[in-house]
């Protein structure tokens, strides 16, 4: 799971910055994370909900400030459902126009660098069934959702091994989903096991629990931690305000709750 969050959290960080305009985006992307300006999106698909970002991702060697720091892959992040209304699940979830606009605004987004630098599509919920139409459609194109809405069109199984699921335990649409989410590789995480079903679905506190647990191998991650204030996931041991303790921690010291001693016993110690 660590080394799953260390290659994922930035994926995270896109997927949430998806929702422009709302109050709880990153305001630190990174060194490795830099926004990229996007094509416009068409009135009448803007109409029906679709939005996204594009972001590119740079090499551990370079730095976005340099004057010319290397790309090492594109993200097309989808926005997910916005619940003010009903139009995403109308266009995304019972009709298809938002898959149909996906895959074109890849299309017309690949077309227009032309180059050879990999493509990576990422989203949560509704975003990461768009995700997933993408990547079916085209198998070379690497896939990261969070909490993944299961309600995509396409064969689940193209392209399986190119797409990485992050889930929290318990949120929503794990509950209601009817149909079998798509094959990836999968990890399940419960940061937030007092949380309600809604408030697990949220992307920004999957993606603030996968920088903190990358945080034990990855200082940049750490940085993130405090730039963008994020808090102790609530499953970890230790106040609600403990900072973290940095990449020295050893992998293995796990949290360990010791029952207490009885010094009645002889002198043994049980722990």
Not at 150 to 165: A, E, K, L, Q, S
Request: proline letters at 6%.
């Amino acid at each position: 799971m660590r080394d799953a969050a260390v290659e994922a959290y930035p994926y995270a960080i896109a997927a949430t910055n998806a929702y422009a305009g709302d109050d709880d985006l990153f305001v630190d992307l990174g060194p490795r994370l830099g926004s990229l300006e996007r094509l416009p999106i068409a009135e009448e698909d803007a109409e029906k909900g679709f939005g996204y970002e594009l972001f590119e991702q740079y090499s551990p060697n370079s730095v976005p400030d340099q004057e010319d720091p290397q790309v090492i892959a594109r993200i097309l992040a989808f926005r997910g459902t916005d619940f003010d209304g009903f139009t995403d699940i109308f266009y995304g979830t019972l009709r298809n126009d938002q898959i149909d606009i996906a895959v074109a605004t890849y299309e017309a987004e690949a077309a227009r660098f032309d180059d050879n630098i990999p493509w990576i599509v990422v989203g949560h919920s509704l975003g990461g069934a768009l995700a997933t139409e993408v990547s079916i459609k085209y198998p070379r194109v690497r896939a990261y959702m969070f909490n993944t809405s299961p309600f995509y069109g396409g064969d689940g199984m193209t392209n399986d091994t190119r797409r990485t699921v992050f889930i929290e335990r318990g949120e929503v649409l794990r509950r209601f989903a009817q149909r079998t989410a798509p094959a990836a590789d999968v990890f399940t995480l419960n940061c937030g096991p007092e949380n309600d079903s809604f408030t697990k679905h949220r992307v920004r506190l999957l993606a603030d629990c996968l920088i903190w647990i990358a945080a034990y191998e990855d200082h940049e991650a750490g940085e993130l931690i405090t730039s963008n204030e994020i808090l102790k996931p609530m499953v970890e041991c230790g106040p609600a305000n403990k900072p973290h303790p940095g990449t020295q921690r050893l992998r293995n010291a796990n949290c360990v709750h010791q029952s207490r001693r009885d010094d009645d016993e002889g002198g043994a110690d049980n722990n």
